[in-house]
């Protein structure tokens, strides 16, 4: 049937480029004027090719727009590295006063100069506001103009004189302000610092080289979200390949041979690809202005930073063309278009296995002797990262590789029961499973990817994630005060008492007291205990007490706790208040205080914070705060949840009572913001993944169903519900999404599991993320089925019968 | 396939001498087969006879003498009656069928009519020759298939035929 | 026409797709255990009076009674359900589920009416045997020559012992042989079962397996048996 296409015969090295070209370029003629048919087919391959591309060059400008984001951030910071700066004439007094508005972070510094020469200005402002003025980001001036940011007006007891520029800012939407205070301010402020300079002059931390531990993450992180587009391309590019092949098939009865026909069909897909670089270049530019518009988790990007870097820019245009060309020549290798018609080789071949198990394999034999440790520092650091990404890769091509053989191999096992929908699906994946598995691919790398990475997050993140001790059904905020004495601290939390949303609130003052002679072992240090001042409600909050009246003494020592000898502090005894400036005991002007012999020893118990206090407790009637000489005052705040905003409220009283202090929220675990931001991240990813193999399996389902129009009206004649219809397109989705979640979460687990091994932490699964993981893939599958129901019903009318 | 009645058909349009029919005759139908005279003068005499054409009038010339004849009303009768009335269905019918449709035009009958009668009695017996068939052993199979494709391709004509009927009248009227 | 102790009829059936009218008042009736060939050129309308008997199609007027009810009133569901049950359905190709087996799609019509696999495919297998491909039923239709695909298609239309019979072109695709046999298994399988068959050709010795005929011609359906 084929021999004049025997290779013998036709020699390939005679074929010149020229026919080549001409190939290809009636190949690309095809492609635009094959009537609407081919129109569709292209404009499909263009679109989905073009998504790919798009999503490819957002990830090739990741490296700048980082970049660029941290330049700037780094212009703006006002950390100095080298030590402290004493003020002078052209130093500047700043404190942070960032701020926190419902969700909202806000950041914040407010200054002073400290002398009468130029002090340093922060990018993107013109001059350091005076005292009472402000700079806000233009995204925090859109906040207070609204009427969302009305609460927030009041926590800014400043005038706006002007907006920050672009380069004071990370990106668009960061709500950011300097403010000019006086220096008397500063009083009730708990640290501020001087500085002669913005920026971080020295910039050596830039060029040190990854962690290798680092590395390793990027480079699975890119293989777990990249791989997935490009098997989407690889799809699109494939898209309406049936129709195609009855088109050669039609060309080859006109004369044109084997080789011809492929050459075309290359010349198809070429254009195909190339019109979806065109589309995806355009997508970009599309999502840059979105990107520019919109911020995720604080974060936003200016579009002027979101630009792909040229070298990987250009991989891609090359790339691209190049594997859609590849696709199309490797997916005719497996049909002989034939002068009448085109003949799939008759039986499919059975999917080998040794060389699908063989890639996963060698992925693990890579992996596991690292499994020992890795990202110990020790030498080859960079050697063993390259080991373990090739490694992960393998392991996860390994997994895509292994879908189509258990997709088939399970398929097989379904002997035809069950409802009538279940052995439409069935049946029709055992007649080609190929397609199937080949759209869920995509999914089965992006899903084990995912949860490997998250296994490894988790399991970091459970690390920082500490039990704080804290109880937050006791207290919801706490809000350290800087006083100056006593009556300010009283003052205070009269104050936060007043505050709306507030029902009840815990206020200790505290401060230090010292022995009335030095210590005997070193006689240049005085000991010292602590002192805490509150009324009796309060205290049996913070110490186990059975009986309190006011003027009561309690003690907790401390020595107990720290194995030290036995305190100073007993009833009865006599000891100082009497402080320097610097913070240490006077005991020349000693001031005295004799404790109480009716002080009780008691146990100390956790506040809400969680921390344990020791030391003094007195009531006011015992210990007067007016005369403690450095009082710290700290009010723990129970809300009344029936207030909305009750926070925020608090917070204004606290910018009212000190310009740079906010108060902090309790919860009973802590994590830190990277992690979440990290896992937040991937879970986008992998579901924008999942989603785009959603579409591509749904344009997939739609050229299926357009195939057998014809059956379905022949269905709908002898009287076939819809819903048999629509459950039998649900299962033909969900058996293989199912099998390559299943494959994916085996595979997700191994590699997980390696990679903690390599870093040393203890073994735990994410049951959250897969959870959540399987969720989506669920989704996607009702999102593939609900979007071909349209078109099914629609083809399911008999007007299908006519169109002979 | 009957002259009288085509030669009656003919004379629904109008009287006609001996002659005229002829050369009508063999204009439409005797393709290759002209008729001889003698035979319109037989079949003129035996219709004469029978009462379903009448002498319209002679006229005397140089030649021989020139009778006109017209159709009565029992020869209008009997065209009708021919028309509707289906052939027996046999092989070869198409020559008498192809009169019969164009009589039927030329006389502004329902030609279509015509034809649906005709299927339906090749329709009739091609059924007892599949009946017979389906009960008999494969010599009657044989011959009755035999008849059976015969019979389709008369179909088949009519079926053609009944497509062209438009086409056929514009020819036949003009 | 004889509408009485019809099973269906229809009466002035009209039916126009876009601005070409199908059927332009068309009458049809049949009886239990009847077979009628409906005839006529290409285009005629013959396919659209079936699918209007068949309660497939909607006509845009004109009422079509199928054993007393009113077919042209039911809702699509109702209509969906009575051609599960009651009628069975040939076309002229194409109308096997590629992935099924032979005997599986036999068993489908069953199936959907809620008959447990074993049992349907049970008696698609008699069925099968009956007309004489009980030796494909595994294989699937894309494994099978056209003369046993269409017996196959045959099977399954008959499976449900339907009172009803559409035929559009069952032999169409076949050479006359097998086209023959298709229609011998057929008539004889219906009219022992006194299922009626409508059926729709454009062949003579097709036709000639029918009781009568009925002729459409510009969307006008004629009964010749009447007209005689």
């Known amino acids: 049937m084929s021999g004049q296409d025997a290779p013998a015969e036709e020699p390939r090295s005679r074929v010149s480029v020229a026919r080549w070209a001409a190939d290809l370029a009636m190949g690309g003629r095809f492609a635009v004027t094959g009537g609407r048919e081919s129109w569709a087919r292209t404009i499909m391959t263009a679109v989905g090719v073009g998504l790919g591309v798009a999503l490819l060059l957002l990830a090739s400008s990741v490296p700048t727009m980082y970049q660029q984001r941290n330049e700037r951030g780094d212009a703006r910071s006002s950390f100095t590295p080298s030590g402290e700066v004493k003020p002078g004439a052209d130093t500047l007094r700043l404190a942070n006063a960032g701020t926190t508005f419902r969700d909202q972070d806000i950041t914040g510094e407010v200054m002073a100069p400290d002398g009468d020469g130029t002090p340093p200005v922060p990018p993107g402002i013109d001059r350091i506001p005076a005292a009472g003025e402000m700079w806000v980001s233009p995204a925090l001036k859109k906040l207070l103009d609204s009427d969302e940011g009305k609460l927030l007006r009041d926590r800014f007891p400043y005038r706006t004189i002007g907006v920050i520029g672009d380069s004071g800012l990370s990106g668009p939407s960061d709500l950011a302000y300097y403010a000019g205070v006086s220096q008397k301010a500063f009083g009730h402020v708990n640290s501020s610092y001087h500085i002669d300079h913005w920026g971080l002059a020295d910039k050596k931390g830039a060029n040190e080289p990854l962690d290798p531990a680092l590395l390793l993450l990027i480079i699975v992180g890119c293989v777990v979200l990249l791989l997935p587009v490009l098997i989407f391309i690889a799809t699109a590019a494939r898209f309406g390949g049936e129709r195609r092949d009855r088109r050669l098939a039609a060309l080859r009865l006109v004369g044109a041979d084997i080789h011809m026909t492929r050459r075309i069909a290359a010349g198809e897909s070429l254009f195909g690809s190339l019109l979806g670089l065109a589309v995806g270049a355009g997508l970009f530019l599309l999502a840059r202005e979105i990107i520019g518009s919109i911020q995720v988790w604080g974060i936003s990007f200016f579009t002027s930073d979101i630009v792909p870097s040229a070298l990987l820019a250009l991989v891609i245009a090359a790339a691209v063309p190049a594997s859609a060309v590849m696709v199309t020549l490797i997916a005719l290798r497996g049909i002989a278009i034939e002068p009448l018609g085109v003949v799939r080789n008759a039986k499919p071949k059975r999917r080998r296995l040794w060389w699908r198990l063989l890639l996963p394999l060698l992925g693990l034999a890579l992996l596991l002797p690292l499994a020992g440790g890795f990202g110990t520092g020790s030498s080859g650091g960079n050697m063993k990262a390259y080991q373990a990404a090739a490694g992960a890769v393998l392991l996860l091509i390994g997994i895509t590789a292994l879908l189509p053989w258990v997709v088939e191999a399970v398929v097989e096992r379904f002997g035809g029961r069950g409802s009538v929908p279940w052995q439409l699906a069935t049946r029709r994946l055992q007649l080609s499973s190929g397609t199937a598995s080949r759209a869920v691919s995509g999914i089965t790398v992006a899903v084990a990817g995912a949860i490997a990475l998250q296994m490894l997050f988790a399991s970091v993140g459970a690390q920082n994630t500490e039990d704080t001790g804290q109880d937050p059904n006791r207290a919801q905020l706490i809000a350290n005060v800087p006083v100056n004495d006593g009556d300010q601290a009283r003052d205070a939390f009269a104050r936060y008492r007043a505050t709306k949303g507030v029902r009840d609130l815990l206020g200790v003052t505290e401060d230090y007291i010292s022995d009335v002679r030095p210590s005997k072992d070193d006689p240049t240090s005085v000991p010292e205990e602590a002192i805490t001042v509150a009324d009796c409600p309060t205290l049996r909050e913070v110490v186990r007490i059975t009986s309190c009246k006011n003027g009561d003494v309690f003690l907790v020592d401390s020595s107990s706790y720290y194995g030290e000898e036995p305190g100073f502090a007993k009833p009865g005894a006599r000891v100082n208040f009497a402080y320097r400036d610097d913070g240490t005991p006077d005991l020349r002007k000693k001031k005295l205080w004799t404790i109480p012999q009716s002080a009780t020893k008691v146990k100390p118990r956790p506040d809400p914070t969680g921390s344990e206090r020791t030391g003094i407790f007195a009531t006011p009637g015992a210990f007067d705060i007016a005369d403690l000489p450095d009082p710290g005052a700290a009010a723990m705040i129970r809300l009344d949840p029936k207030v909305p905003d009750g926070v925020e409220y608090v917070r204004n009283t606290s910018a009212a009572l000190s310009p740079a202090m906010d108060v902090m929220r309790l919860s009973s675990t802590s994590q830190s913001d990277e992690f979440q931001v990290i896992r937040k991240a991937l879970f986008i990813g992998a579901t924008a993944t999942l989603l785009l193999i959603g579409a591509s399996m749904i344009v997939t389902t739609l050229e299926q169903l357009r195939e057998r129009k014809r059956l379905l009206s022949v269905l709908v004649a002898f009287g076939t519900r819809r819903t048999t219809l629509s459950w039998s397109v649900l299962w033909q989705t969900a058996v293989p999404v199912v099998l390559g979640l299943a494959l994916s979460i085996a595979g997700g687990l191994a590699l997980g599991v390696m990679l903690l091994k390599m870093v040393g932490q203890p073994l735990a699964v994410d049951w959250a993320g897969l959870g959540t993981m399987t969720g989506v893939g669920g989704g996607v599958i009702l999102l593939v089925t609900l979007v071909s129901l349209p078109p099914l019903w629609r083809m399911m009318r008999p007007e299908g019968l006519r169109t002979e | ?174 | 026409m004889t509408p009485a102790g019809s099973l269906l009829i229809a009466t002035s059936l009209h039916k126009t797709y876009g601005h070409t009218p199908a059927l332009d008042s068309a009458d049809f009736s049949i009886h239990p255990g009847e077979v009628v060939a409906v005839m006529g050129p290409s285009g005629s309308g013959k396919s659209t009076l079936l699918h209007c008997l068949a309660g497939i199609v909607k006509p845009d007027s004109g009422s079509v009674h199928y054993n007393g009810r009113e077919l042209t009133a039911m809702s699509d569901a109702e209509r969906s359900g009575l051609r599960r049950g009651e009628f069975g359905f040939v076309f002229q190709f194409g109308q096997l589920v590629p992935e099924l087996s032979c005997v599986e799609n036999v068993a489908l019509p069953l199936r959907l009416n809620g008959t447990k696999r074993k049992e349907a495919e049970t008696r698609a297998a008699a069925w099968m045997e009956r007309l004489e491909v009980a030796d494909v039923a595994h294989k699937r239709p894309g494994e099978v020559s056209g003369g046993q695909g269409q017996r196959v298609a045959v099977a399954r239309s008959l499976v449900t012992a339907p009172r009803v019979l559409f035929a559009d072109e069952p032999t169409g695709a076949l050479d006359s042989l097998n086209g023959e046999r298709v229609m011998e298994l057929l008539t004889e399988a219906a009219r022992e079962s006194r299922t009626a068959v409508v059926l729709v050709t454009h062949e003579a010795r097709v036709a000639a397996y029918s009781d009568r005929e009925v002729v459409v011609r510009d969307g006008k359906a004629r009964d010749m048996a009447g007209a005689r």
């Open chain 2, 1 to 174: 396939m009957s002259i009288g009645h085509t030669l009656l058909g003919l004379l629904e349009g109008g009287p006609r001498h001996g002659y005229d029919l002829k050369r009508a005759f063999d204009e439409r139908f005797g393709h290759d087969r002209p008729l001889h005279y003698g035979q319109v003068y037989s079949t003129m005499s035996r219709l004469l006879k029978n009462g379903l054409v009448e002498v319209d009038g002679i006229e005397h010339g140089g030649g021989p003498e020139r009778k006109r004849y017209a159709i009565t009303d029992a020869g209008i009768t009997d065209v009708e009656h021919w028309l509707t009335q289906p052939e027996k269905p046999e092989p070869y019918l198409q020559s008498v069928l192809y009169t019969k449709v164009i009589i039927a035009l030329l006389t502004g009958r329902d030609a279509a009519d015509l034809l649906d009668v005709q299927r339906a009695e090749h329709l009739r017996l091609m059924r007892d020759l599949t009946q017979r068939k389906r009960g008999g052993d494969l010599t009657d199979q044989l011959i009755c298939d035999h008849a059976l494709f015969h019979l389709e391709a008369d179909l088949r004509w009519l079926e053609l035929t009944a497509a062209r009927l438009g086409q056929l009248a514009k020819a036949v009227r003009s």
